[in-house]
């Protein structure tokens, strides 16, 4: 079971996540790309990211936007350590936008 963090532990994550915002109970950001190909290939890559970490997204892509909401089903839709992790992955495969 994954636990929730609290609301500090949140901000001090955000602190470090550059354009990541909460929002509610999930952590969320929208990136903008140049094109459609480059926001589905950043979705390509983040899908194995997220397979690898048995964590995923829920987002939106519209064009060359991808509105990206990240929180644990397990945690019952709370942020946990798993939504900082894909958060942190996501930036590191999507720069900063
Ligand atoms: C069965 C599977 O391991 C679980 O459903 C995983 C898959 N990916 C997940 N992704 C997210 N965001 N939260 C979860 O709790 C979660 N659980």
Redesign the pocket.
């Known amino acids: 079971m994954?636990t929730p963090l609290t609301a500090k532990e949140i901000q001090d994550a955000l602190g470090e996540l550059q354009g990541w915002a909460r929002d509610g109970d999930a952590l969320a950001k929208t990136y903008v790309f140049g094109s459609f190909r480059e926001a589905f290939g950043f979705m390509t890559r983040v899908a194995f990211e997220a397979e690898a970490l048995?964590?995923?997204?829920?987002w939106t892509n519209v064009y060359n936007r991808v509105v990206v909401r990240?929180?644990?089903?397990?945690?019952g839709g709370k942020v946990t350590a798993?939504?900082v992790a894909l958060a942190k992955r996501m930036e590191r495969i999507g720069g900063v936008k």
């Open positions: 994954s048995n964590h995923h997204p829920e990240l929180s644990t089903h397990d945690a798993k939504d």
